[in-house]
């Protein structure tokens, strides 16, 4: 066999592959079983659609000969999951319209938050401290962070006179921080009792109240959770309550999902939160040191009493996340329309919850 067959051969085969991962991909996001290795296939859409459409366009320019087995059923079957996939993500670019709105003029009060999972085995701690000192957000929210964090962070005391501060050496510690007065708080384990959120009453500086949930739920993952399961049952705990609150309403985190998936699709349409990375983009802020694998896992999700200054994913700090950062306004007079649950929403939501007492610790 010369080595121009070889080629051929081991493209078409790459290709074969490639195709099969493709339209698993497809079905894993028709099916709802929780399984870690179904939901994987969550994660990497936009790489998926990136590299079954470059080996189709050098299978058809280099090999291509009307083989129905080897080329054309391969091609056609690539060809529907790549546009059934581009419909999932295609409202996380700016071809789609906005969730919520831009600011399109100065009224109503500006706020900044910023979130960033710091990972909690870093050490680089000034990086983190150079960037809130340059981005001065108005409250701050670090994940991933253990005693060591809580210490070296005793600086931003100063700066943020209101805190709360629950760090742990499970990687699911979290300090919070913020120039807007707490006027009360709560840290919840809304699961397991090794896993902490928080929710907190923030007052603006016109006086206005602001709810505010951190969030770092368990990862679906062979080292974490076997299924998606606690997850999502935290998240739509979070819904369930948000849903009934007529408040201005921050929902922020590392998600440990991508934007897109059916869950986190679920947790908007159900809470009546909004997405501002819907016809802005995906933000993708994992994993820092694979540029071509990164996906949205760390999150805003916010009620329809804000608009959208900016939001922009910033430099490294060490971590294997970027940190988030979204610039906002409050008005309470000028509100958006807000996402509905569909037909089927309500019950699928009793089901994922009606699972707690299977999980909780």
Known sequence: MNNGILLTRLLEVLYLISTFLCLSMVIAHQLRISHWLVRMFDFPVKQMVIIQLALSFIMYLSVFDGSLLLHIIPMITGFVCVALLSYTIW??????????????????????????????????????????????????LLLETDANWSNAALGLDQKYPFQIKYPLANTYGLLFYSKLKIIDHEIRFLLKDDIPSIRAVLQ?????????????????????????????????????????????????????DVAWSHTSRLFRRYSGLLDPRIGRGSFSTFHTKLPFFRWPLDHFFLSAHFTLNQMAVLPSIGSDHFPILIDVNLNLFEQQEKPSPEADDIDEVKEVLSKSTDVEQ
């Open 91 to 140: 409202p996380y670019t700016i071809l789609h319209p906005k969730d919520i709105k831009s600011t399109s003029a100065e009224h109503g009060e500006s706020i900044k938050f910023l979130s960033a999972n710091v990972y909690m085995e870093n050490d680089q701690y000034t990086r983190l401290f150079k960037l809130v000192e340059k981005e001065d957000p108005d409250c701050l």
């Open 204 to 256: 603006t500086n016109e006086g206005k109240e602001i709810i505010y949930y951190g969030l770092h739920p368990e990862p679906p993952s062979p080292t974490e959770s076997d299924t998606s399961t606690p997850r999502d049952i935290e998240l739509l705990k979070i819904a369930k309550e948000v849903k009934a609150i007529d408040k201005p309403i921050v929902c922020a985190g590392d998600f440990n």
